[in-house]
């Protein structure tokens, strides 16, 4: 994968990730802008290669006690054509199928969602949540944090029946953001010149070769509230509290314990204790 095209899915689109990961992503694209080739090989190991060959035969979870466990880590991608995470990443498209199939497994009871993300792309987040949420009723969800859900990660955690999290972990970040980033100055001391030709008078508006103009940043600006709104309808719906409460939050983070308090989280447990918790709910 090239970074530029990395770099078209982190800038100038809406992203419901924690502002930390979003700082480092764009620190390294940053750094090594340009036509660098990225391998998933590079990261996997033996074993793990022969696993994502057979990702056609995987249902993207472990059955163990008679509960799906179904991984949901790293930064969160609407589509990556796999069942399982990989190079740090996992797929909504992945999530959604491993979900679907393990509320059909007759050898499945429960369901946990095992997540530890800071969150990711707005796109195809909301359609899971509300998949998830849709199902709940059918076999018990639950979203057991194995260490922390923000952001995007957090929309779906809050889509379980129950949200479990380390004492260490945290919860929140709700809220959207986009990065838009302006090349020109670089351009204009490299000695280059962009010329950009365009039918519509907006039809370029965020590029990034030219300054943001106010009508953009306006324009930038709806779309963020809009999705924010939707943000914060979905985890109101979904946990039962008041959009006041969840908008009052601002998009801050929450460890566990204060998160648990505010209504974000159910309970403050190990992901082990957890587990076992589900697995006696869902026990003969």
Known sequence: MKLPLLAQRMFNTPLALHPAKAEVAVAALSERFGITRISASDWLG???????????????????????????TGTLVQKLGSLRPYSGMTGYDGIRRAFLMALTDDAVKGIMLDIDSPGGEVAGCFDLVDEIYRARGTKPIWSVLTE????????????????????????????????????????????????????????????PYR?????????????????????????????????????????ATYIAADGVELGLADAVASPDAAFRDLIALTGD
Not at 50 to 69: M, Q, T
Not at 215 to 231: C, H, K, P, S, Y
Not at 236 to 250: C, F, H, V, W
């Open 148 to 207: 922390s859900a923000y952001s995007a990660a957090y929309a779906i955690a809050s889509a379980a029946d129950r949200i479990v999290v380390p004492r260490t972990g945290g919860v929140g970040s709700i809220g959207v953001i986009v990065i838009h980033c302006d090349w020109t100055q670089k351009i204009k001391d490299e000695g280059l010149a962009v010329t950009i030709i365009n039918y519509g008078d907006r039809k370029a508006e965020s590029n």
């Open 211 to 251: 300054k943001l103009s106010d009508q953009a940043r306006d324009a930038i600006q709806n779309d963020v509230n809009t999705m924010g709104e939707l943000f914060v309808e979905t985890v109101a719906r979904n946990r039962g509290l008041s959009e006041k409460i969840i908008r009052k939050t601002q998009a």
């Open 46 to 72: 033996d074993d793990e290669k022969e696993s994502f060959s057979r990702k056609g035969r995987d249902k993207g979870y472990d059955v163990v006690g008679g509960i799906a466990i179904v991984p949901v």
